[in-house]
């Protein structure tokens, strides 16, 4: 059942525990609202806690689910009796777009503002004038609609607790903040050249994780190839190229909530086999002469390196 359309006339449904606690949480919310402190659901009693807010209407449990019935004597729809629109309040709606879903808000003219999600419902306040935005959009549904959205985007999510969250555009695409991505390559081919018996690793990979979310780029010490080594060698290399990126990835919690999603940092990984076969003979032979001059360049002592690499 659509608790925001008016024009659901059935005055009996069942309703799932979504629909069911989206009742008394917006009865709740009218409390926070005067001043009263709100009240919790309570699954071992919620039909008795339904039937105490909304005197009109019969609820009972059947199969898993709650059956809301008008009572014989009561006048009304279902939705007239405890939806949460009233044609005696004027309210704006406006779909919202998160990632490929597509949500519903409502705006009411009391300052009460109620976003659909399937059979989920959460509530928030407002203050926006409906009829002055009426009149500044002329009457025209779509910019009604279109205004509605971005104020719903840029105030209304951004306040609540767990903003609605779009991870496909909140990503950071590679980047390099200092130096570039044809020397750090270039380097690191270097670093696998000279790494002492690296043909028995040819299988193997080595990657550099981005900088995100406030840590350093790094070198991947899991299901990768590294050695102490390596890291020291791509650490002085990270800090003359740093490079920074990173996407959205799901973490099983809610789609459209930004808790949902954890920032992952992007990578650039290089194949040891093909680093091996794409190098020729010469540079192989001259890649140790090339990192020491790169290394003493850099006040580094080549053998504090090799010593690494006999650990």
């Known amino acids: 059942m659509d608790f925001t359309n008016l024009e659901e006339n059935a005055r009996e449904a069942k309703l799932d525990y979504g629909e069911a606690e989206s ?15 709100p009240i919790s659901s309570d699954y071992s009693r919620l039909c008795g806690q339904l039937s105490e807010i909304y005197p009109d209407v019969e609820f009972r449990l059947a199969d898993h689910r709650v059956v809301a019935r008008v009572k014989n ?9 405890v939806g949460f ?11 919202i777009y998160v990632g490929s879903d597509d949500l519903r808000a ?3 003219a009391d300052g009460i503002g109620v976003i659909k999600e399937d059979s989920w419902y959460e509530f928030f306040e407002h203050d926006l004038d409906l009829e002055e935005v009426r009149r500044d959009c002329e009457d025209d549904e779509d910019a009604i609609e279109e205004f509605l959205r971005e104020h719903f985007d840029e105030q209304i999510s951004q306040q609540m607790e767990d903003p609605f969250f779009d991870p496909s555009g909140e990503g950071c695409e ?20 000279t790494e002492p018996d690296i043909e028995a690793h040819e299988d193997e990979e080595v990657r550099l994780y981005a900088a995100a979310d406030g840590t350093d780029p790094y070198l991947e010490s899991n299901d990768c190839y590294h050695s102490e080594r390596l890291v020291g060698l791509a650490e002085i290399a990270l800090s003359e190229n740093r490079l920074v990126g990173w996407s959205f990835e799901y973490n099983d919690g809610a789609h459209n909530r930004r808790s949902g999603y954890d920032e992952f940092p992007e990578s650039l ?3 040891i086999n093909e680093v091996l076969e794409e190098s020729s003979a010469r540079e192989k032979m001259t890649a140790r002469r090339e990192l020491r001059k790169w290394v003493e360049a850099r006040g580094h002592d080549m053998a504090r390196f090799d010593a690494l690499a006999k650990d």
């Open 73 to 81: 004597g009561a006048g009304g729809s279902l939705v007239e009796r």
């Open 23 to 37: 009742l008394v949480r917006f009865f709740s919310f009218q409390r926070e609202r005067q001043g009263e402190p």
């Open 174 to 193: 590679l980047y390099f903040e200092t130096g570039s991505r044809v020397e750090l390559e270039r380097l690191m081919r270097l670093f696998i050249l």
């Open 85 to 95: 629109v009233s044609s005696q309040i004027p309210h704006l709606a406006t779909p």
């Open 269 to 271: 990984t290089w194949s």
């Open 106 to 108: 409502l705006f009411r």
